[in-house]
């Protein structure tokens, strides 16, 4: 899907605030034309996302702002695409994983050169881990607005206690007993999600880095995917279907990642994998009684590394060009987004769906309501604590395509575990050693 917003359409409702309107904290006034890509969003997130940037337009006049959306699954490919023909946009919004990639090929620029004093105004409005999530070498590449964590577990409460259980799963082999007791016909017990979609590929990394795995060795420069952590991750996938615990392979692998999430959401699966924020931006009915809970964890790890409590990533994450030429209107684009006024909207919102990258957020009363134990384990210093990063380096996307091939041929039946996961290794190591000469 895409969208193309012009200034002109956006100012038809702002054009008495315009006078009025005053510049945000610590900016100054700017010129030109600014364009911006934004990959991704829930629907409340795409549809008050140019809203806002009306209020940006009425306190920045000088600037036409040229705002576009599209599927936040394309993002690599088109970022690159339009870097190439040099047609990129000024401002990106789109993932942190992909930092180290587009600062690698020089598409975009550390803030500290062109953002000044503004820096300082960040620090103090946004959670001190979610602002270091757009860190990269020591640089800030990027203003975070929120971020999504993984991996979590969607279960239907009364399922689950139909079938004798009296709380979630903590373990993989209690999620094995789970999904078994409470598979019945046309409602199988969870649902994997499978598509090549970047979004399962990182549900399941955080499975499998949860188990001591990892996908790629930066001191070695070697890919990692049929390690054993990452091994017996994929195996769990394989067991559940083995059970007959899970949907046929064709309904988990298709081209939208939310197909399994509208099972979930139908009743037509009494478990789902997902991130942080499962179902809550599709929608499920008030009948359905569920809840979410962190995805249970290995029996014992058996990764050679250590055992990592989270990933997280900041999935609307504002980056400038190295190519802009309007680094000014830039910056005050995202300081525009670093406001108070911008952050809350993560808060108390009718669509909770997101991990606040704004303090004011977190001092939300519908946050808090909706999800009390991340509020409370913000509040005792403990949400982020053991969480890293979504995998990055140079060559992620090559390494993560491997390991979405191995996925679906697993779930598909059409090869064991490990071949897939020997054939993935040796696929992207070859094109690791490509790309890094």
Same mark, same amino acid.
Request: hydrophobic fraction near 45%.
């Given at each position: 899907?895409?969208?193309?917003?012009?200034?002109?359409?956006?100012?038809?409702?702002?054009?008495?605030?315009?006078?009025?309107?005053?510049?945000?904290?610590?900016?100054?006034?700017?010129?030109?034309?600014l364009n911006v890509w934004k990959f991704g969003g829930t629907p409340r997130e795409v549809e008050f996302w140019p809203k806002q940037d009306a209020a940006f337009s009425?306190?920045?006049?000088?600037?036409?702002?040229?705002?576009?959306?599209?599927?936040?699954?394309?993002?690599?490919?088109?970022?690159?695409?339009?870097?190439?023909?040099?047609?990129? %946009?000024?401002?990106?919004?789109?993932?942190?994983?992909?930092?180290?990639? #587009?600062?690698?090929?020089?598409?975009?620029?550390?803030?500290?050169?062109?953002?000044?004093?503004?820096?300082?105004?960040?620090?103090?409005?946004?959670?001190?881990?979610?602002?270091?999530?757009?860190?990269?070498?020591?640089?800030?590449?990027?203003?975070?607005?929120?971020?999504?964590?993984?991996?979590?577990?969607?279960?239907?409460?009364?399922?689950?206690?139909?079938?004798?259980?009296?709380?979630?799963?903590?373990?993989?082999?209690?999620?094995?007993?789970? $999904?078994?007791?409470?598979?019945?016909?046309?409602?199988?017990?969870?649902?994997?999600?499978?598509?090549?979609?970047?979004?399962?590929?990182?549900?399941?990394?955080?499975?499998?880095?949860?188990?001591? $795995?990892?996908?790629?060795?930066?001191?070695?420069?070697?890919?990692?995917?049929?390690?054993?952590?990452?091994?017996?991750?994929?195996?769990?996938?394989?067991?559940?279907?083995?059970?007959?615990?899970?949907?046929?392979?064709?309904?988990?692998?298709?081209?939208?990642?939310?197909?399994?999430?509208?099972?979930? %959401?139908?009743?037509?699966? $009494?478990?789902?994998?997902?991130?942080?924020?499962?179902?809550?931006?599709?929608?499920?009915?008030?009948?359905?009684?569920?809840?979410?809970?962190?995805?249970?964890?290995?029996?014992? =790890?058996?990764?050679?590394?250590?055992?990592?409590?989270?990933?997280?990533?900041?999935?609307?994450?504002?980056? =400038?060009?190295?190519?802009?030429?309007?680094?000014?209107?830039? =910056?005050?684009?995202?300081? #525009?987004?670093?406001?108070?006024?911008?952050?809350?909207?993560?808060?108390?919102?009718?669509?909770?769906?997101?991990?606040?990258?704004?303090?004011?957020?977190?001092?939300?009363?519908?946050?808090?309501?909706?999800?009390?134990?991340? =509020?409370?384990?913000?509040?005792?210093?403990?949400?982020?604590?053991?969480?890293?990063?979504?995998?990055?380096?140079?060559?992620?996307?090559?390494?993560?395509? $491997?390991?979405?091939?191995?996925?679906?041929?697993?779930?598909?039946?059409?090869?064991?575990?490990?071949?897939?996961?020997?054939?993935?290794?040796?696929?992207?190591?070859?094109?690791?050693?490509?790309?890094?000469?």
């Open positions: 899907m895409h969208t193309s917003i012009n200034r002109r359409h956006l100012m038809g409702g702002a054009a008495a605030l315009a006078a009025t309107t005053a510049l945000p904290q610590g900016a100054q006034a700017a010129s030109g034309r009425a306190s920045q006049p000088a600037v036409r702002l040229n705002y576009s959306y599209f599927n936040g699954q394309i993002r690599r490919q088109k970022i690159l695409a339009g870097f190439q023909t040099r047609q990129l %946009a000024d401002v990106v919004i789109a993932f942190g994983q992909d930092i180290p990639e #587009f600062a690698g090929f020089g598409m975009i620029q550390p803030l500290e050169g062109i953002a000044g004093n503004r820096i300082a105004g960040w620090k103090d409005r946004l959670v001190p881990e979610v602002l270091a999530s757009g860190m990269h070498e020591g640089a800030l590449y990027g203003l975070p607005t929120y971020v999504d964590m993984a991996s979590f577990l969607a279960i239907d409460l009364t399922a689950m206690r139909e079938a004798g259980f009296t709380r979630p799963p903590a373990t993989w082999s209690e999620l094995r007993q789970y $999904a078994k007791a409470m598979t019945k016909p046309n409602r199988p017990g969870i649902a994997i999600p499978a598509t090549t979609a970047p979004v399962d590929i990182n549900i399941f990394e955080a499975i499998a880095y949860a188990n001591g $795995a990892r996908i790629f060795d930066e001191e070695t420069k070697k890919v990692m995917l049929n390690e054993k952590g990452m091994v017996d991750a994929l195996q769990l996938y394989a067991d559940l279907i083995a059970d007959g615990s899970t949907p046929p392979g064709t309904a988990m692998t298709g081209t939208n990642f939310r197909d399994t999430a509208t099972l979930f %959401a139908q009743g037509r699966c $009494a478990m789902w994998m997902g991130m942080s924020w499962l179902n809550t931006p599709w929608g499920t009915p008030d009948t359905l009684n569920w809840t979410g809970t962190p995805f249970p964890r290995p029996d014992r =790890v058996t990764g050679s590394k250590p055992a990592v409590a989270a990933l997280m990533d900041p999935t609307a994450i504002l980056m =400038v060009s190295a190519r802009t030429t309007n680094a000014d209107a830039a =910056v005050e684009y995202l300081n #525009f987004w670093s406001q108070n006024q911008q952050l809350a909207l993560w808060g108390d919102a009718p669509e909770f769906s997101r991990i606040p990258g704004g303090k004011i957020a977190w001092a939300s009363e519908g946050l808090a309501k909706r999800w009390p134990g991340w =509020v409370e384990s913000y509040r005792a210093g403990t949400l982020f604590q053991g969480a890293e990063p979504m995998p990055r380096f140079i060559g992620v996307s090559v390494v993560e395509a $491997a390991l979405g091939t191995a996925m679906q041929q697993v779930v598909l039946g059409q090869r064991s575990v490990i071949d897939a996961l020997n054939a993935a290794n040796a696929a992207a190591q070859q094109q690791i050693d490509i790309l890094r000469g």
